[in-house]
């Protein structure tokens, strides 16, 4: 069993940065490849990013390359994505979840364990 907790979320205005985290508890989640998704209002849910075991592959949604980093931490078990130049569009709620094979996948429905979401909002 993961246990997938999101921090970090708040309110800042268009061309702030802000870094959420989560934190994976769980006997073999550094095996699990991690991805971030985003769910606003009356919108599907979308992956915005995503990291593989190791943390060497990393693939972002078109909406988000160039100003979204993600990383993580398998001392700490944590995985971190750093939301730069934030735009009033990335206002949602962003929720981290784990997939059980060690390689990244794109499919919303191929992810095991989903986080309770943290809310972002992004004032312009």
């Known amino acids: 069993q993961v246990q997938l907790v999101e921090s970090g979320g708040g309110l800042v205005q268009a061309g702030d940065s802000l870094r959420l985290s989560c934190l994976a508890s769980?006997?073999?989640?550094?095996?699990?490849?991690l991805g971030w998704f985003r769910q606003a209002p009356g919108k599907e849910r979308e992956r915005v990013a995503a990291?593989?075991?190791?943390?060497?592959?990393?693939d972002y949604a078109d909406s988000v390359k160039g100003r979204f980093t993600i990383s993580r931490d398998n001392a700490k078990s944590t995985v971190y994505p750093q939301m730069n130049s934030l735009k009033p569009e990335d206002t949602a709620v962003y929720y981290c979840?784990?997939?059980?094979?060690?390689?990244?996948?794109?499919?919303?429905?191929?992810?095991?364990?989903w986080g309770q979401g943290t809310q972002v909002t992004v004032s312009s």
């Open positions: 979840a784990a997939h059980g094979v060690g390689v990244i996948t794109k499919g919303i429905e191929e992810y095991d364990y």
């Open positions: 769980g006997r073999t989640v550094n095996s699990y490849s």
């Open positions: 990291i593989d075991w190791s943390g060497a592959n990393t």
